[in-house]
């Protein structure tokens, strides 16, 4: 019984290419996030959003953007990608003071 | 943004004995505290959390314990079983809603 699904699990992408990363939950959750996880740093902010058309900066937005145009899909966007944003990233859904579901997560190398 | 410490960043136990891992955060308008479990390869999912207006929750092997005027709260597991190996974070849902992690618990449980 998936959840949350991402698109794919892994990505190649070439410095200065656009990506886009997307996401889609069928739980009806008004919050969507979008982390990076890197080794010894843990699961990071990147973007939030609490509703559709909505969102809010996390703790490390520079160089990503997202679009939320249907309450089910939350996409990341790296409008230019640069080798520092290999990483995994995770999205996630949640109600409010709800548990939060993961996707299987993304794994980004750019080259 | 919420500042959430997780100590100790790794943790090598016997089987049979606890395991404890602490976090403190920063904002004071924070009112739910998820603990969720990485394995390997895999999702992190959600395995205890606590609300504002509880001290302590356990569920089985596995408790939390929540001190709001020190601002930190722990994950205690007992009994540790070779199936307890992963990766352990914690959470905090700030006043923003915006679900914040520490830099997670690597666990390992030798037999």
């Known amino acids: 019984d998936v959840k949350v699904t991402q698109s794919s699990r892994y990505l190649v992408k070439r410095t200065g290419e656009k990506v886009f990363l997307e996401c889609v939950q069928d739980m009806d959750h008004e919050n969507m996030f979008w982390y990076r996880q890197d080794p010894g740093l843990g699961l990071r902010l990147i973007y939030f959003?609490?509703?559709?058309?909505?969102?809010e900066k996390g703790d490390i937005p520079e160089g990503y953007s997202v679009s939320r145009e249907k309450k089910e899909r939350f996409s990341l966007i790296l409008e230019s990608a640069s080798t520092n944003q290999t990483s995994m990233y995770l999205c996630?859904?949640?109600?409010?003071?709800?548990?939060?579901?993961f996707g299987q997560g993304t794994r980004l190398t750019v080259v | 943004g919420e500042n959430v410490e997780q100590h100790p960043s790794t943790l090598s136990v016997q089987e049979g004995d606890s395991a404890v891992i602490k976090c403190t955060y920063s904002?004071?308008?924070?009112?739910?505290f998820p603990w969720y479990k990485q394995e390997l390869g895999k999702r992190p999912q959600l395995i205890i959390d606590?609300?504002?207006?509880?001290g302590e929750k356990k569920d089985q092997r596995i408790a939390v314990t929540l001190n709001k005027t020190a601002k930190h709260f722990s994950l205690h597991i007992t009994e540790t079983q070779p199936e307890d190996s992963a990766v352990y974070f914690c959470a905090v849902e700030r006043g923003d809603y915006k679900l914040s992690f520490g830099a997670g618990t690597t666990v390992t449980v030798r037999a």
């Open positions: 606590i609300r504002s207006n509880v």
């Open positions: 959003s609490y509703d559709v058309k909505m969102k």
């Open positions: 996630a859904s949640s109600i409010r003071q709800g548990e939060a579901f």
């Open positions: 904002d004071s308008a924070s009112n739910y």
